[in-house]
């Protein structure tokens, strides 16, 4: 076990950074699929998670705090970003971007893709946290609602998912 309390600032930002930086990737990924936007977004999520870490507040989980940071990170990155059409449209124009040999789930994971990206941000936030294996009361921690609005949430854009889903395989 590492004893953190006589490390530096910068050691314990260090650690964390490396325990969460697979999270932090997956939220930067849900938001930007062009590499290079995505790095950028990722730097700016880093960038604001030192900036808040000496005010860490130790009643919250890290993983609450790390995602509450980089999800609105990420939907103001996407807000301010006039050029995340242009990445949507690349990332149409390259399906190989995800690397499964069944080519039947590669095509359904595209559609499921394709459907995320044009959901609100919340709403955006709230299915990546589901499909990263979140609990509801993790999300609402995070997102700073109930969990009962996350139930209700998440059914609503499910069945959206779904619809979307189903009428784009059917049209395939």
Not at 12 to 37: H, P
Not at 102 to 110: E, F, V
Not at 146 to 160: A, P
């Amino acid at each position: 076990m590492i004893n953190i309390d006589h490390m530096s600032l910068e050691e314990k930002f260090t650690i964390i950074l490396d325990q969460y930086k697979n999270m932090i990737l997956k939220v930067a990924g849900m938001y930007c699929r062009e590499e290079e936007e995505r790095k950028d977004l990722v730097q700016e999520i880093i960038l604001h998670l030192w900036r808040a870490f000496p005010k860490y507040n130790d009643e919250y989980a890290v993983s609450t705090w790390l995602y509450r940071i980089a999800l609105n990170v990420s939907i103001s990155y996407v807000r301010k970003t006039a050029t995340r059409n242009k990445a949507i449209l690349e990332y149409k124009s390259n399906p190989g971007l995800i690397h499964i040999e069944d080519q039947d789930l590669k095509q359904r994971l595209t559609l499921l893709y394709d459907a995320i990206e044009f959901l609100q941000p919340f709403d955006k936030a709230l299915i990546g946290l589901h499909l990263e294996g979140c609990k509801h009361k993790e999300i609402a921690d995070v997102l700073g609602i109930t969990q009962s609005n996350v139930s209700t949430r998440l059914s609503r854009i499910k069945d959206q998912l779904k619809s979307n889903f189903n009428s784009k395989n059917k049209s395939l």
